[in-house]
């Protein structure tokens, strides 16, 4: 069963906006991570937060926690026309162990050039 | 490294015949994930590995469906026999780590499975 909730299931934007996807969760976690997955291809992981962190940066992506609510965001700066994947957050159940990763159902994200 | 590699990529059968996935982790992972893709359930994890014994097939949806893992650089899932129900992409995934760690997982191409 699905984990995360990912908001939008698809946006459609143009180069140079930004694009924002929220993922919700049920249950708490150790940790949170946001994949990408191009057309036809595998999964590649972006960016790993952890219960204890808020917020968290890498290059163009900033991603935030909050386990109140238990909802994360994934945010792409400055998009360009190769950021158009399908983006996946996962949960890591903080019971279970083993690093398992419970995925959502993805956010398709266009960028028109 | 190579990342982790998938056998074959893409896989046709008919319903009824024996079907055996391949994957091979990244070397000194000792964690392994098998998952299953498809339009209408996303993501689902099958089973996962670590250090070769299985800790979870609980995402195993029946008896059709095994999974072995007889060393650190190998493993299989085989379904046998197979179903139309069974087309998905089948992705391999590895980690280092276990326990409460906290680890990204490397994803292999898959293996895209249609049954007809």
């Known amino acids: 069963s699905q984990q995360g909730e990912e908001d939008p299931q698809a946006l459609s934007i143009q180069e140079g906006e930004n694009a924002t996807m929220n993922c919700s969760y049920k249950?708490?976690?150790?940790?949170l991570q946001w994949y990408r997955q191009n057309s036809g291809r595998g999964l590649v992981h972006l960016i790993l937060i952890r219960s204890n962190e808020r917020e968290k940066h890498s290059g163009r992506l900033r991603v935030t926690l909050d386990t109140s609510k238990k909802s994360s965001s994934l945010l792409i700066t400055a998009s360009r026309a190769a950021d158009t994947a399908s983006y996946f957050c996962a949960t890591v159940p903080l019971s279970g162990g083993y690093n398992k990763l419970i995925f959502g159902a993805g956010t398709r994200l266009a960028v028109h050039p | 490294d190579a990342g982790v590699i998938q056998s074959p990529r893409h896989e046709v059968t008919e319903m009824g015949q024996e079907v055996t996935l391949r994957c091979k982790p990244i070397?000194?992972?000792?964690?392994l994930f098998w998952y299953r893709q498809t339009m209408m359930r996303g993501l689902e994890l099958l089973i996962y590995?670590?250090?070769?014994?299985?800790?979870?097939d609980s995402g195993m949806p029946e008896d059709r469906f095994s999974a072995k893992m007889p060393n650190a650089s190998f493993s299989t899932l085989k379904i046998q026999p197979s179903e139309p129900r069974d087309s998905a992409v089948y992705f391999c995934?590895?980690?280092?780590?276990?326990?409460?760690?906290?680890?990204?997982?490397?994803f292999g191409p898959g293996t895209r499975l249609t049954v007809t």
């Open positions: 249950t708490s976690i150790n940790n």
């Open positions: 590995f670590n250090n070769n014994v299985p800790i979870d």
């Open positions: 995934a590895s980690s280092l780590g276990g326990g409460q760690g906290v680890y990204e997982q490397y």
């Open positions: 070397s000194g992972h000792n964690s």
